[in-house]
């Protein structure tokens, strides 16, 4: 399964009613679970519906074009900060589409974050569309993702976490 871009997309209509933190630094003296967020540009409108479903589950996202100290254009600079981001914050979550798979930076950022982060803290949201295609290549399937999850016992449901080939998983405000 994967998260529907539909929804993603509807959750980013609800951003003006979803307080996200200003800067990195207040999330993090607020103790909230924080998340550098791999995506392409061309997906704002779905990095920004991601952003507001974490938020909505404790998590504030960092996006790169919501940074204001972020050089408009990309160059060494960019990358520096980029870094220290993955570095500074929690985990790192790779929003995969399929403009993030033809994306230069995306693939550079996630091989930055293994290495940085390790597998424990990188986890990969694979998308689809309404045609059923699913966005995810054979690298992406290597780590944890967050998907659709339920529990039949309890009625809830929600994103959680599941390990590469498992079907047991972890609700995502309880990371």
């Known amino acids: 399964m994967a998260i529907k871009i539909r929804d993603l997309r509807s ?8 307080f996200v933190a200003k800067s ?8 909230q679970k924080t998340a550098f967020l791999c995506h392409s540009h061309k997906d704002h409108e779905l990095a920004k519906g991601l952003q507001v479903l974490m938020k909505e589950d404790g998590w504030d996202l960092y996006i790169d074009w919501e940074d204001s100290e ?3 254009t990309p160059n060494k600079e960019t990358a520096n900060r980029i870094k220290t981001k993955i570095r500074t914050t929690d985990w790192f979550l ?8 033809q994306s230069r ?8 974050a293994d290495s940085a982060k390790g597998y424990e803290k990188i986890l ?7 045609c059923g295609t699913w966005y995810g290549n054979e690298y992406l399937q290597l780590y944890k993702k967050i998907d659709e ?6 009625g809830k449901s929600g994103y ?9 998983g972890t609700w995502v405000k309880d990371l």
Not at 24 to 31: G, H, I, V
Not at 160 to 165: K, L, T
Request: net charge negative.
């Open 124 to 130: 990969i949201i694979p998308t689809e569309d309404d």
């Open 11 to 18: 959750a980013s209509n609800r951003s003006g009613r979803v």
């Open 94 to 101: 790779f929003l995969a589409t399929g403009n993030s798979n």
């Open 105 to 112: 930076w995306c693939p550079w950022e996630i091989g930055f």
């Open 70 to 72: 972020m050089p408009s």
């Open 24 to 31: 990195l630094n207040e999330a993090l003296a607020k103790n």
């Open 160 to 168: 959680a976490v599941f390990d590469a080939g498992t079907n047991s």
């Open 149 to 154: 999850g339920s529990n039949k016992q309890t």
